[in-house]
């Protein structure tokens, strides 16, 4: 098993930037592929980014870059030039499973998750 805790959310202006980090105990990170998802309110949780590949969702492409410090077990998400539309509760999940780069933006595909942190871009 692994233990997910994420922090670095806040209230940002639109053109803003944040760096989320997800600190990950319990297990040997280095067996799990990771991902960032993100659900806003009345909406389906989605795939925002993954270190397989790595892989981004269109919506995010060119303003978030998704990283990793096996040393520190810590996945880190930059997310620049932030738009009203990214508010939401941002979660890091980890997984063992087999997938393809076509699977990694699944929430279906990760067995573990943090407890989420909240960015807010304001217009």
């Known amino acids: 098993q692994v233990q997910l805790v994420e922090s670095g959310g806040g209230s940002v202006q639109a053109g803003g930037s944040l760096r989320l980090s997800c600190a990950a105990s319990?297990?040997?990170?280095?067996?799990?592929?990771m991902g960032w998802f993100r659900q806003a309110p009345g909406k389906e949780r989605e795939g925002v980014a993954s270190?397989?590949?790595?892989y981004y969702a269109d919506s995010v492409k060119g303003r978030f870059a998704i990283s990793q410090d096996n040393a520190r077990k810590t996945l880190y998400l930059q997310m620049n030039s932030l738009k009203p539309g990214d508010t939401a509760m941002y979660y890091c999940?980890?997984?063992?499973?087999?997938?393809?780069?076509?699977?990694?933006?699944?929430?279906?595909?990760?067995?573990?998750w943090g407890q989420g942190t909240q960015v807010t871009v304001s217009s």
């Open positions: 999940a980890a997984s063992r499973r087999l997938m393809t780069t076509g699977q990694a933006l699944s929430p279906d595909k990760y067995d573990y």
């Open positions: 319990g297990a040997t990170y280095s067996n799990f592929a």
């Open positions: 270190i397989y590949s790595p």
